[in-house]
Every structure is written in C-alpha cells, then in structure tokens.
C-alpha cells in the first residue's frame, strides 16, 4: 500500500570515512527512501543482522580500507544463511576494475566507485528493487 | 512493488520459533497498511498450546522522549546493555522524522545503539532494533507503531523501547503507546526550563536530566521538581473542581482522550541524573522503572491505562478513516467550500459540519 524502498547504508571494516556513504545516503533520502545508516567499524554479522530486523530491501556497503575481497563476499555469504539473497547487495567505495567480476560472482550485484553519479545508484535501485 | 504474502498462521509461528526475517516482514506489513499484517498479527497474538492463556502484560513498554540532542538515543543503549545483562529480551523501537519534500528519511538511530564504542554489541538474538519513519504523522510516532509494539510483545520481547522523535513543545502521543514515559532533558544554558514546556510536562513519568556531567545539573533538577510540584497541584485543583469524566477535562483539539491526571496519592515522578555517555546514573534509572512498572501493575493502573491507550489508538485510526472517507466524496464539495471560506461566506467550523454530515450521508450533498 505504502511500501518504500527502504535501504541500509552500512560501513563493514575499519576504515574511519564515511563521507562517501552520507552522501549516498542523503542523495537515496532525498530519491524518497527510507535510509538506515548503522555508522563505522560494523562486522558483517552486524550488517547482516541489521539487514534483516530493519526488512531492506538493499544494503549498500561501502569500503576505503581494502577489505571489501573478504567483507563484501562475508556478508552475502551470511545473507544467504538467513534466507535472505532477496535482498540486493551493492558495493561503493575504492573497488580495483579487477576485483569487479569477483564479486558479482559473489552476488555483489553492482560495484559502484568514485565519480558515480548518485542518480545512477538511485536507478539501479529503482529499477532492480521493483524486479526482485 | 508486490512480495510473496505469507498465510498469517504460517508467519505467527515462524515468529514464534524465533524467525527474526519473518517478525521484520510483520513489522513492514502493519507499517505499510497491508491487510494480511493485522492478521498475522492478530493470530500471533492468539492462545497456542503453549501459552493457553497469554497475560495481559507480559511486557513494558518504555516510551524515551525529549527534545533532540538530548542524549535519548544514547541512553536507550544503556538501557538495552542492562537489561540484556539481566537477560531480558528487549526490542526497540527507533522513530526519526521523514522529509515532507521526498517522503524519505534517513534513519540514524543505530548508530548509538551499538554497545560500546571499543568493544561494539555483537550481533546478538535477543535484541530487535527497528527504524522507524514518521511517514507524516506528528506527535513523535510513527501510525503503526502501536501495533508495531504490540508484535514485538508478541513475540516475546518483555521490555520494549520506543524511542520518539526529537520533541518540541506538545508531542504527547507517547503516553498513549508507553506504560512508563521516560522525559530526557539536559542542563540548559537559560535559567528556565525551555526545553520541556506544558503539555509535554504532564507526560513525564520518570525524568531524567542528561549530560549531568555538564554545569547546571543540579539546577536544572531542582527547576524540574519544582516544575512537577506546580503542576500537581494543579491538576488536584483540577480533579478536585471538575468530575474526572466531564467532557470539560478534555482538551479543546485534541482527537484523543486525554491522558488521566496523576492520582493523587501517586509520588511525584523521580527526577534522576544520568550521563548516558559514561553510564552513570543508568542503575538508578532502571531502579526507577521497575519499581514503577511494580506500582502500576499493584494498583491495577498497568491495564486501565493500556485499555486507555487502546482506545486512543483507535480514535486515531478511526480519524483516518474519516479523512480517507472524505477524498473519496464526490462532487467537489470541498474546494466549493474553500472558495466560500475564502470569500467569507462560510466559516471554517460551518464547512467541517458541512463535510461531516455528507459523509454520513454517503457521500451525497448536505
């Protein structure tokens, strides 16, 4: 009836800058959907288990640090544990050209790196969510 | 956007089994009006055979309200750090505000839910944090977060903490929802109680000043009791002048029944010092909600005022109802009401029973 998107931007790993995942989050806001922003420093475990009691439709995580060959793979892992590989998994942040199709193997479904227009991000997730 | 529905027998007892997605998707389903949400609810709700006769409050549920930047949040962590150290399931409820340009919002209440800076909570089961949009509706509450509450009982959550959104001056729908209100407040720099004005006062159950760590703490204490003192003779004043029942006792605009006055021979509310920051004053304040939760279930206030709340959830619903009821009528009554406003030929009370009474009558004209 009044369904929204709604999205969890989230930051797996240690690295402390988050200014690329706040303005993801304001540019989907503003797109009119419902974002949940959990902060730095999250496990997967974390991600995974704010995922499913907030009932997203997308988690967007984001990555500085490196670590996105390891963390990106462990949350879709931990995901699919849940019952729950419905849910659209998208990667932002410093993500190698070569590390792409690792993990969209992996069920990353987009990777989304610096410069990207957000209306990009936005129609990915229009588009994409409505299909599911 | 359309998902699979689940029959509402199928989803009560995955919730009951402790399925965390499928209490999430219950959560959404009451939040977006989706018909099948009130009946899974309802059949959650139902006697099994393990819980033939289900109490009638197996729960608190613990409204934290003030104004923003008040440390609510911040506070509500260390409530779930104590009572998830006594071993108590506890469910949260988060409200934040939406845009009233895109609809959105952005939800940012888990941040400071999360344990410890240093160590974190890890991903624990016996905790259920939700976000929640305002999606429109003032008074610091969401439309379904009543029910929304109720599931999480249901789902055998005992203490539940709903946080409202940053108040101002007359948010109050709290004490509809809430058995115990918790009113958060912090030293101010003025030498006046600004932040927590009428209205907002009468709700507090428990207050709390925040940031007591900063200068003018134990003023703004001793402003708050002073504050309460007032008020309490006030409303003996009132109960004293005016039958409790008499329509007078109400509020000129409010769609709800107002909130019961004080007992008399209630205590006035605590006033406790925290500093949510370090967790000091957290104890006391824990103190002071089970005793209170203890006192209102011994002097049998816990259900009056549940069936209190019960009620004011249905008014309000009933008021959509209305306005729903009311875009559906046909023939342009109401913007040839408007222009008639505008030019002064009809009030604004006039045209309300004009568009009262043409719905009672199906939608055809007064």
Do not use: C
């Amino acid at each position: 009836m009044n369904r929204k998107i709604r999205v969890l931007v989230a930051k797996p790993g240690l690295d402390g800058h988050d200014r690329g995942a706040k303005v993801v989050a304001r540019a989907l806001r503003d797109a009119g959907m419902e974002v949940i922003y959990t902060g730095l420093r999250q496990s997967p475990d974390q991600i995974v288990q704010a995922a499913i009691q907030e009932d997203v439709d997308v988690v967007a995580l984001s990555i500085l640090s490196g670590a996105h060959m390891t963390l990106f793979p462990r949350v879709t892992e931990l995901l699919a544990e849940k019952g729950a590989s419905d849910i659209l998994v998208l990667g932002g942040g410093v993500i190698p050209e070569d590390d792409v199709p690792f993990l969209k193997s992996k069920g990353v479904r987009a990777i989304f790196g610096p410069g990207t227009p957000t209306q990009a991000t936005i129609d990915f997730i229009e588009t994409n969510v409505a299909a599911r | 956007m359309t998902r699979a529905e689940p029959s509402s027998g199928e989803i009560a007892s995955r919730i009951l089994a402790g399925d965390e997605r499928a209490l999430a998707r219950l959560l959404s389903a009451l939040e977006d009006g989706d018909a099948w949400g009130v009946e899974s609810l309802k059949s959650l709700r139902a006697p099994t055979a393990e819980t033939p006769s289900r109490p009638q409050a197996s729960s608190h549920v613990i409204g934290v309200t003030g104004p923003p930047g008040s440390g609510k949040s911040t506070l509500v962590d260390k409530l779930i750090s104590a009572y998830r150290g006594r071993g108590e399931r506890v469910g949260v409820l988060a409200v934040d505000p939406s845009s009233p340009f895109s609809g959105g919002a952005l939800l940012g209440d888990r941040i400071r839910m999360q344990g410890s800076p240093r160590e974190g909570r890890a991903a624990d089961p016996g905790l259920f944090i939700r976000s929640l949009a305002s999606r429109g509706r003032l008074g610091g509450l969401s439309r379904a977060s009543a029910a929304m509450a109720r599931a999480l009982e249901a789902a055998g959550y005992g203490l539940i903490l709903v946080e409202t959104v940053g108040i101002g001056q007359s948010e109050v729908d709290i004490a509809r929802l809430a058995d115990t209100v918790v009113l958060v407040a912090m030293p101010s720099a003025g030498d006046d109680i600004q932040t927590i004005k009428a209205g907002v006062m009468e709700i507090g159950d428990i207050f709390v000043v925040n940031k007591a760590d900063r200068e003018g703490a134990d003023r703004a204490v001793r402003e708050l009791r002073s504050a309460l003192g007032l008020s309490r003779s006030a409303l003996e004043l009132r109960a004293s002048a005016v039958p409790r029942s008499a329509p007078e006792d109400r509020p000129l605009y409010a769609a709800h029944p107002a909130p019961a006055p004080r007992s008399p021979d209630d205590d006035l509310a605590p006033v406790l010092k925290t500093t949510a920051s370090t967790g000091e004053g957290v104890s006391e304040l824990v103190t002071a909600i089970d005793a209170r939760r203890e006192r209102l279930i011994a002097s049998g206030e816990f259900d009056a005022r549940r069936r209190r709340g019960a009620m004011a959830e249905a008014r309000f619903l009933l008021s959509s109802l209305v306005l729903e009821e009311l875009e559906s009528l046909e023939g342009g009554l109401e913007e040839e009401l408007a222009g008639r406003m505008v030019r002064g030929e009809v009030e604004a009370a006039e045209a309300a029973a004009l568009l009262f009474d043409s719905i009672r009558k199906g939608g055809k004209r007064a």
